[in-house]
């Protein structure tokens, strides 16, 4: 691989690092655009919880959002997380 993609591969993949952004790149994976709200009671998880970690991969240039209403709608940028996911899905380590 080159530096360059070493690099991206690093980067995105400390941003995806932690059990709630799999968890939420899981869901979007999953639909098109999902709501905060929605995504809160899929996860189980707290509104505050779940924002934190969506603006954190959406200023990283992971995601992407619209407002409609008022909701917030988000949405992969990268669509090649995806791939991440089904290889951590598929992942038949032994740890």
């Known amino acids: 691989m080159e530096d360059r993609n070493l690099e991206k591969a690093a980067f995105i993949l400390r941003t995806i690092a932690h059990p709630v952004r799999l968890a939420i790149i ?3 994976t999953k639909n098109n655009q999902v709501a ?3 995504i809160c009671k899929l996860l189980n998880m707290e509104q505050s919880v779940v924002s934190h970690h969506l603006i954190n991969m959406k200023l990283k240039g992971l995601l992407k959002s619209q407002k409609a209403g ?3 709608l988000y949405s992969l940028k990268e669509h090649n997380l995806i791939q991440v996911i089904n290889c951590v899905n598929n ?3 032994t740890m």
């Open 91 to 93: 992942c038949n380590c």
């Open 36 to 38: 905060v709200t929605e």
């Open 70 to 72: 008022q909701q917030v």
């Open 26 to 28: 899981d869901e979007l």
